[in-house]
């Protein structure tokens, strides 16, 4: 046997395990995401990068918690199945626009997450500072603009975000995660969800502490050093929102060269009362000038 040929042989099996334990973790994701209601009846789809040639995805029509490995279909970057005796996702054009944009991705992971998917419904994205674990990892979770399922307009309006955002809501839809594999799309799906059931609670609750904008770049400092790979760079500064979204991740965080912490303002300002006054607390009222002031000086 020519030493080719044995080299051929073995290529050939590695690749054919790593095939396998790619539909093994697609299953396992699907499996998660039905034991978390991330997903009901036939919702959701996830796929893999098999190579640069190939991807594997979840089949329509079957729920994410009882698939099998067999179950999965691989396409090329066209979306032209190439084996499987099913037919993929209807929604895998938004998948295959991921790839296109983000060749260090290797998983997509798309979910209906309640509590998250109640705030794209609301038209209210993830963006404000709240959890440093989250600005560290995620940074901002924007919401894509509203496309018909299963049309280009979908892929369309995740290409807005997916340069610099690893994780983003759908208006009227759901959420889209991606990752350098399968778990860690799904693992970022989880922190999404995580994340908007602590900001409901906060808001209801009648207030939100924000991270300040020099605590936000003290956060992204530390990315490196947990070894934490980001799409793009966090932007605080809301002179920044009207950077390329696919260069910047904006987030919401209010200037403070004291404090770390700072009390959200913005409902205060925005809901009057009736009688025509606006009501601050002693805090908020100190927040606000103290902002004022640094703004004046710079």
């Not at 912490?261 to 025509?276: E, H, K, N, Y």
Request: charged share 25%.
């Amino acid at each position: 046997m020519s030493l080719w040929l044995v080299i051929s042989e073995g290529c050939s099996e590695l690749s054919t395990r790593a095939e396998e334990q790619i539909r093994a973790d697609i299953v396992e994701a699907g499996r998660r995401l039905y034991a978390r209601g991330f997903v009901a009846s036939n919702d959701g789809n996830i796929s893999a990068r098999l190579d640069d040639q190939r991807l594997v995805t979840t089949p329509k029509s079957v729920s994410k918690g009882f698939m099998t490995p067999d179950m999965m279909v691989v396409v090329d970057y066209e979306g032209k199945k190439l084996s499987g005796d099913r037919d993929p996702s209807s929604e895998l054009p938004m998948h295959l626009e991921i790839y296109r944009n983000r060749p260090d991705v290797n998983g997509v992971v798309h979910a209906h997450p309640p509590t998250a998917t109640g705030f794209a419904v609301a038209g209210i994205p993830l963006t404000r500072a709240v959890l440093a674990e989250v600005v560290t990892t995620l940074g901002s979770i924007p919401i894509a603009e509203y496309g018909t399922p299963s049309t280009a307009e979908l892929p369309e309006a995740v290409r807005k975000y997916i340069k610099a955002h690893d994780g983003m809501l759908l208006a009227n839809h759901g959420a889209v995660t991606c990752g350098n594999s399968v778990m860690s799309a799904h693992f970022k799906m989880e922190t999404i969800e995580h994340f908007a059931k602590i900001s409901l609670v906060a808001r209801l609750l009648g207030r939100e502490h924000l991270l300040s904008r020099e605590e936000v770049t003290r956060l992204q400092g530390l990315r490196g050093m947990y070894g934490i790979a980001s799409p793009a760079p966090v932007c605080a500064d809301p002179a920044e929102a009207g950077l390329d979204q696919a260069l910047c991740q904006v987030l919401e965080a209010p200037a403070s060269s004291t404090e770390r912490l700072v009390p959200d303002v913005t409902d205060a300002l925005r809901q009057a009362s009736r009688d025509g006054e606006i009501r601050l607390t002693y805090g908020e009222l100190t927040a606000l000038i103290a902002d004022a002031v640094k703004n004046l000086r710079d």
